[in-house]
Every structure is written in structure tokens, then in C-alpha cells.
């Protein structure tokens, strides 16, 4: 059966200081994966995405993701976060389906 | 440019209750999805559609009923409400299947079953 799961359901970070958020996937085949991003009172707003290719994927606002097959992992890097990042952070892989991971609310503190 | 469009934006239901939430897009995607947010839940995938006439069950599709007469629009029905369904309903649809295009988000739906 095809699933996410991302590790960390509430993160705290100080401006300036570096983000990882982690990403897991099950799944027997190919995949397309994405990481999306909702800010608060928003929809979901598309971060990057990966098809194929370099593994090491740019988003926008500076945000990479790097696919690494061996470990079925899709994790989410800013260098140096910035208040407005503040948000709810989402995984998604498709698979058969497109499904998404719970979510990690980033909470950044100026 | 109106991408897509959910109505209405919040309702409040008596259990037992029925409604339809209506999802309209005006940018000829052949996919269409009904996801519901929970808190710690992420988005779960309700039902979904492939192409006008076509629907296809998700993660969580019981209780709900969909229709895909028209491809710009997609219809969530609840025939029969429960407090269980108290979540907020995004629509969304893409080209394909994610590998042309990701998905395009309405604003969502906040449904509260008392």
C-alpha cells in the first residue's frame, strides 16, 4: 500500500537558523514526489516537485529537496529561515494516487 | 483568472443532514480531487476524478458520493451527515496525473456537523 509519513508534526526555529523536515514514502513502483506549503488561512501552495532526474531539486523561496531512492526519503532544506516561512509544511507522493503526508507546522519565531 | 473556485466557503449542518459542496475549474484540467484536512491528519484523498463521467475512490470515500458531469465541475455530496465529517474540504485539480502538472487548490470548505 502506498503511504507518507513525515517525522516531525511541530517544528520551532529562530530566524536565520537552518530547516530540514523529513519525509518517508512506501511504495513498489515509481513515484512523483512534492512538497507543498500552506500558509495560514491559505490553500495549499505547490513548493517543488520531483519526476526524474537530479535528485537535488529547487523550489521557490530558496527551499531544495533532495530524493534519495535507497532510503524512499524526500527531505525538505532551507539554509536560513525567515519568519514568513511560518506555515504548515506537507509531503505528498504519487504513487497510484497522489497522497499526502500529515504535515509539519513550522512555527518561526523573529 | 478565477483558477478554482469551491462554494460555499462554510456551512453548518445538523447530523442527519445532506448537502453537496460544488467544485469549479476553468482551466480545462481533466483531473479533479476531493481531499478533507484534519488536524494531525494531514489531507486525505475522498474520491477523485479522472476525466468528465469518470470517479474513483480515495483514501476515505465513505459517506461521501461524487459526480463528474461536466469536466470543469466536481461535486462532493454527503447524503447523510455525521460530527465525523466536521473537517475542511479542499478541491483541487491538474492536467494529469501530477506529471504535466500539480494540483491547483480551491480556498477550501469548512463544514462543521453538529
Known amino acids: 500500500a502506498q503511504s507518507v509519513s513525515q517525522h516531525n508534526h511541530h517544528v520551532i526555529l529562530s530566524e536565520a537558523a537552518s530547516l530540514e523536515l523529513g519525509c518517508n514514502y512506501s511504495?513498489?513502483?515509481?513515484?512523483?514526489l512534492f512538497w507543498y506549503v500552506q500558509y495560514p488561512g491559505q490553500h495549499l501552495q505547490l513548493l517543488l516537485k520531483y519526476f526524474s532526474g537530479d535528485p537535488l531539486v529547487k523550489g521557490i523561496k530558496g527551499f531544495e529537496a533532495e530524493f534519495i531512492k535507497s532510503k524512499f526519503s524526500f527531505n525538505l532544506r532551507k539554509p536560513s529561515v525567515q519568519w514568513s516561512d511560518t506555515a504548515e509544511y506537507f509531503c505528498?507522493?504519487?504513487?497510484?494516487?497522489?497522497?499526502f503526508g500529515q504535515g509539519t507546522e513550522l512555527s518561526v519565531k523573529p | 483568472n478565477a483558477g478554482v473556485t469551491q462554494t460555499p466557503k462554510f456551512r453548518v449542518l445538523k447530523t442527519g443532514q445532506s448537502m453537496t459542496l460544488l467544485c469549479a475549474q476553468d482551466?480545462?484540467?481533466?483531473?479533479m480531487y476531493w481531499y478533507r484536512q484534519d488536524p494531525g491528519m494531514g489531507l486525505r484523498l475522498i474520491h477523485y476524478?479522472?476525466?468528465?463521467?469518470?470517479?474513483a475512490k480515495g483514501e476515505v470515500p465513505d459517506g461521501y458520493n461524487v459526480s463528474r458531469l461536466k469536466k470543469q465541475n466536481f461535486l462532493l455530496g454527503l447524503e447523510s451527515a455525521a460530527p465525523s465529517q466536521t473537517s475542511v474540504y479542499f478541491c483541487a485539480s491538474s492536467y494529469g496525473q501530477g506529471l504535466i502538472s500539480p494540483l491547483h487548490f480551491g480556498n477550501g470548505t469548512r463544514l462543521t456537523v453538529t
Open positions: 511504495y513498489g513502483g515509481t513515484v512523483n
Open positions: 482551466m480545462n484540467h481533466e483531473y
Open positions: 476524478s479522472v476525466g468528465e463521467g469518470t470517479t
Open positions: 505528498a507522493v504519487q504513487g497510484g494516487k497522489l497522497i
